[in-house]
């Protein structure tokens, strides 16, 4: 079944940039999306098509998508961007949608 | 305003069953493909089943066989019916509407919590 891979935690000092990573083979052929999760809360879609934002979602919030690699980046981080992050696609071989395992952004 | 409201959720002993329950409101419910995504305590999300809108359906290799979902478009709901509950299915369920032509989840319900132990 097809693994998406994330690094456990990123920290981040505010007024920075957050890249959170996502691998997985050949993930550049495949649509990645994201999700935010602060504590004791639903997901929330923050990106979706490797680099799309729903309305409402701060323009800091970007994403980009090649080879084995997605990337979500979160610009100016406040501390209020303190979640955890899920990258998700869909595995049209097996008809699975996966998950990667989460990282969670610390502000420092 | 999109709304999922999960319900059904409990404390069940190894072996038994639980049926949650997914009420929506908000937009065109027979028009849109539903799944379920569990989150055990302090772990990640796991995609768990989905039903389509011409009642497709597709399971996690983790639940093949043992949970059954289902759809009643005129009451704008979809179910979970899990049997042959193991510890291991302990965690929170979340019901979520797909976007992204099938490919994401655009609106989460809050969470029901499944709790499997003697």
């Known amino acids: 079944s097809y693994v998406l891979t994330q690094p456990p935690s990123v920290s981040v000092a505010p007024g920075q940039t957050a890249r959170i990573t996502c691998g997985g083979n050949?993930?550049?052929?495949?649509?990645v999306h994201w999700y935010q999760q602060r504590p004791g809360q639903a997901p929330v879609l923050v990106v979706y098509d490797d680099s799309d934002r729903p309305s409402g979602i701060p323009e800091r919030f970007s994403g980009s998508n090649s080879g084995n690699t997605a990337t979500l980046t979160i610009s100016r981080v406040e501390a209020g961007d303190e979640a955890d992050y899920y990258c998700q696609v869909w595995d049209s071989s097996s008809d699975h949608w996966v998950f990667g395992g989460g990282t969670k952004l610390t502000v420092l | 305003e999109v709304q999922l409201v999960e319900s059904g959720g409990g404390l069940v002993q190894p072996g038994g069953s639980l049926r949650l329950s997914c009420a929506v409101s908000g937009f065109t419910f027979r028009t849109y493909d539903m799944h379920w995504v569990r989150q055990t305590t302090g772990r990640g999300l796991e995609w768990v089943s989905g039903?389509?809108?011409?009642?497709?359906?597709y399971y996690a290799d983790s639940v093949k066989g043992r949970f059954t979902i289902s759809r009643e478009d005129a009451e704008n709901s979809f179910y979970l019916q899990m049997n042959s509950l193991r510890a291991g299915d302990t965690a929170v369920y979340y019901c979520?509407?797909?976007?992204?032509?099938?490919?994401?989840?655009?609106?989460w319900g809050q969470g029901v919590l499944v709790a499997v132990s003697s």
């Open positions: 979520a509407r797909v976007g992204c032509d099938g490919d994401c989840y655009d609106y």
């Open positions: 039903i389509g809108t011409a009642g497709d359906t």
């Open positions: 050949n993930i550049g052929s495949k649509s």
